[in-house]
């Protein structure tokens, strides 16, 4: 637009100039024209919002370019232009009444230069401005649309990422009070039980220090090995958090027979734990899987240890094609329905069989407890596995002490 401007400015000084060469008004013709460019030079300087210098400088502006119509008809097409810069300027009332004056000039101009009525003259000034007008509002309204769908795309992308920075700290907090709760569940299921009865051995042997030495010897010495034990859980703790039983290789049916084999020595005959594999697995058990159902037998077995009074207790790992079960079965005291599973001491966070529910959630698993006064109890762990196209064929019972 500025160089159509421009180009019309020229070209009607051009013809002025060829086809009135002398005249007394050219020299104000030239200064008019030139007053008229550098005008419109300045207003990209002055800015685009409606201030009071630029209203100014567009009412300045019009009135040079009304003394060069009068002057000379020929500059009336350079309205166009002007048709747009009022337009961009002024709110829409009076941009139109600015384009109307300049339209009604460019009639009177055509109609001065004509050598008599002509009605095309008439008519065709209003409809380019009409064409004008109509397309700069066009446009204007195609610039809103944009400015608004931009606005609203920058909106759903302000939306998105905060949505995106939200799920992932609500993420972050899961699994973070996951990891915690797994922890937790770790530690009370080897340290927090090993301390429990490390504290009833020594407590026994100070009780027989001095009547029964070598009863209270014996006592320590399994306290010993239980902190060992329990050292070495620590130490896997830092390394991988794996259960100990199991970073030493055997998979789960050895470390269920080395827990056995454990709970036994450290029950000095007070307690005999045996352990039975029935089946084989169709493809190896998937590391979450070992890790919780030994964790699982080490909660229960300490829990027979401590409450059940019980002189024979039994793990029975049994494969099938579509889960694996873990059975820990003591001939104990039991407890009927309308009594409640043994609580922890005042102070001591107990897990128990919370924990070992939520262990068998996490795999979609399931607890069952079957238990009555007098006739021990039995837990049954159950943990699904992916469906196997060919299981292997069932070994027989084996069965270790």
Do not use: K
């Not at 207003?43 to 210098?53: A, E, F, S």
């Amino acid at each position: 637009m500025h160089a159509a401007f421009f180009l019309l400015l020229g070209a009607s000084l051009a013809r002025f100039l060829m086809r009135h060469p002398g005249e007394t008004r050219t020299p104000w013709i030239i200064a008019l024209s030139a007053v008229l460019a550098v005008l419109y030079l300045l207003g990209p300087v002055l800015g685009t919002r409606p201030t009071p210098r630029r209203l100014t400088w567009l009412g300045v502006l019009v009135v040079v370019w009304m003394v060069l119509v009068v002057l000379a008809p020929s500059f009336a097409w350079c309205a166009v232009p002007l048709f747009y810069t009022g337009l961009r300027i002024l709110p829409p009332r009076a941009a139109l009444a600015l384009v109307a004056l300049l339209t009604l000039f460019v009639v009177a101009a055509q109609l001065r230069l004509a050598s008599g009525f002509d009605p095309n003259l008439v008519l065709a000034p209003p409809a380019v401005a009409a064409v004008a007008t109509a397309v700069f509002v066009h446009m204007q309204r195609q610039a809103v649309r944009q400015r608004d769908l931009a606005g609203r795309q920058r909106e759903l992308i302000d939306d998105l990422l905060r949505t995106r920075r939200e799920l992932a700290a609500t993420e972050r907090r899961e699994g973070t009070l996951a990891e915690r709760q797994r922890l937790s569940m770790e530690i009370h299921d080897t340290l927090a039980q090993g301390l429990s009865s490390q504290q009833m051995l020594l407590q026994a042997a100070d009780r027989s220090w001095d009547t029964d030495p070598a009863t209270a010897r014996r006592h320590v010495l399994t306290a010993t090995g239980i902190a060992e034990r329990n050292l070495a859980e620590a130490r896997r703790f830092v390394h991988d958090l794996a259960p100990a039983d199991l970073a030493e290789g055997g998979g789960l049916e050895a470390a269920l027979d080395a827990l056995a084999a454990r709970e036994t020595a450290q029950a000095r005959g007070g307690l005999t734990v045996r352990c039975h594999v029935e089946g084989a697995p169709a493809a190896p058990l998937p590391d979450r899987v070992q890790s919780a159902l030994l964790r699982i037998a080490q909660g229960a077995l300490a829990n027979v240890t401590e409450h059940a009074g019980a002189t024979v207790a039994a793990l029975t790992l049994t494969h099938l094609d579509d889960r694996v079960v873990l059975d820990i079965a003591d001939n104990g005291r039991g407890f009927g329905p309308d009594r409640p599973a043994p609580r922890p001491p005042e102070g001591v966070r107990g897990h128990g069989l919370p924990a070992m529910r939520a262990r068998l959630q996490q795999l979609g698993g399931t607890l069952t407890v079957e238990s009555a006064p007098g006739e021990g109890t039995v837990l049954s762990a159950a943990v699904p596995l992916p469906h196997t196209a060919a299981p292997a064929a069932p070994a027989a019972p084996e069965e270790r002490a």
